[in-house]
C-alpha cells in the first residue's frame, strides 16, 4: 500500500501590523477548511504566521518586541486552530515567534511546530540561520532584525515519524543552506516542511532582486532532489507593511521537480498527493549515502581562520 500524504501548501498573503490574532486564525481555519474539501491530510503554513514580520522594524521597547510573540502554544487566540484542526483530522505544521522561560530567563525562537491529526504538538522547531543583523541600520529602507530578537536554535534540525513517514522541518534561510536539508537526510527524512517570509529585494545585494523567486526554487528543488525527500516551502507573500514579499510557494518530489505551486501572492493553497515511496527510487541509488556518500575522503575542512590549507 502506498504511503501517500495529501499536503496543502498554505501561503499567506500579508499580514498587517494591526491585524489581530483572532483575525488571522481565522484566515487560517478558511485555509484548513479549503484543504479538507481538497482531501488534504496535513496542512504547512509559513513562517511567523500570526504576525506581520516584524524583524523588519528596528524597537527598543521589550514589550512591544514581545507583542509579537506567543507565550504558550496552543494559547487563548490560536486554540480555534487547533480545535479545527482536530475536528477536521488535519495535521498542520505552523511557524511562530515563541517566547518562552529557559534557566529561569526569557528565550525567545522563530519556531516551527508539527501537531499531528488529535492537534498534539509532536515536534518543534527552533530556527538556526538567524539572517540579517544584531544593530540597527539606517541604511536600510526596511531592517532585517531576527539576530536581534531571536535567540539561535537549541534544536537543530531532527525528524519525526508521523503521517506513516520521516518528516522533517526548517524555516526561511535555513533552506538555502545545503547542511540543512543533508542534516535531516542523514536522518531519513522523505519530507521537510518550510514557511518562509522573504523580501524582494535584500539590501546587501541589491542585484539579486531580480533573482529571488529563482533562487528560492533552485534551493528547494536542489535540496529535494540530492536528499531524495519531499520538499514543501510555503511562503507569507505580497506587499505587507509597504515591503514587497516574495510568493512561490511550492511542493517538490524528490526528482527535484515542482508539482505544485501558487500563482498568486494571497492566501492560496497548493495541493499534491505527496507518496513518500517516492523517496525510495533516490534513497536507493544516486544517493545511497551508505554506498556512495564518501565523508572519510572529502579532505580538511579548515574553519579556522587563516588555517593552512593541507598540503
Ligand atoms: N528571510 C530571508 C530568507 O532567507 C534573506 C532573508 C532574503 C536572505 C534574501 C538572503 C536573501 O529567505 C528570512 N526570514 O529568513
Excluded at 501561503?11 to 474539501?37: F, W, Y
Excluded at 526561511?172 to 522573504?198: F, H, K, S
Excluded at 495541493?271 to 579532505?299: E, I, W
Aim: include cysteine.
Amino acid at each position: 500500500m502506498a504511503r501517500v500524504i495529501t499536503v496543502g501548501a498554505a501561503q499567506l498573503g500579508p499580514i498587517a501590523r494591526s491585524d489581530s490574532r483572532a483575525r488571522v486564525v481565522e484566515r487560517l481555519i478558511a485555509h484548513l477548511r479549503e484543504a479538507k474539501r481538497m482531501g488534504c491530510d496535513l496542512v504547512v503554513f509559513p513562517e511567523l504566521a500570526l504576525t506581520t514580520f516584524f524583524p523588519r522594524w528596528y524597537m527598543t521597547d521589550q514589550a512591544e518586541i514581545d507583542s509579537f510573540f506567543e507565550r504558550e502554544m496552543p494559547g487563548p487566540e490560536t486554540q480555534p486552530l487547533f480545535d479545527e484542526a482536530r475536528l477536521l483530522r488535519l495535521g498542520f505544521s505552523l511557524g511562530y515567534a515563541e517566547l518562552t522561560e529557559q534557566d529561569g530567563r526569557p528565550a525567545r525562537f522563530n519556531t516551527s511546530i508539527l501537531v499531528d491529526r488529535d492537534g498534539r504538538i509532536i515536534g518543534k522547531y527552533r530556527k538556526v540561520h538567524l539572517p540579517g543583523h544584531r544593530e540597527h541600520e539606517p541604511w536600510r529602507r526596511f531592517q532585517h532584525l531576527e539576530k536581534r530578537y531571536f535567540d539561535v536554535s537549541d534544536t537543530g534540525f531532527r525528524v519525526w515519524r508521523a503521517f506513516d513517514g520521516i518528516l522533517g522541518m526548517c524555516i526561511c534561510n535555513d533552506r538555502r543552506w545545503p547542511e540543512t536539508y543533508r542534516v535531516m537526510g542523514l536522518q531519513g527524512a522523505e519530507m521537510i516542511l518550510l514557511g518562509y517570509n522573504t523580501p524582494v529585494h535584500n539590501p546587501p545585494a541589491p542585484d539579486h532582486d531580480n533573482l529571488s523567486l529563482f533562487h528560492n526554487q533552485l534551493v528547494m528543488q536542489a535540496g529535494a532532489y540530492q536528499n531524495g525527500c519531499w520538499v514543501v516551502g510555503v511562503a507569507k507573500a505580497g506587499d505587507e507593511e509597504n515591503v514587497p514579499m516574495i510568493g512561490g510557494t511550492q511542493i517538490i518530489a524528490p526528482s527535484g521537480m515542482t508539482v505544485a505551486a501558487t500563482r498568486g501572492d494571497g492566501d492560496e493553497l497548493a495541493v499534491a498527493a505527496c507518496d513518500l515511496d517516492a523517496c525510495a527510487s533516490y534513497k536507493t541509488t544516486t544517493f545511497n549515502f551508505a554506498v556512495h556518500r564518501m565523508p572519510q575522503h572529502y579532505g580538511l575542512i579548515t574553519e579556522r581562520k587563516g588555517a593552512e590549507p593541507p598540503p
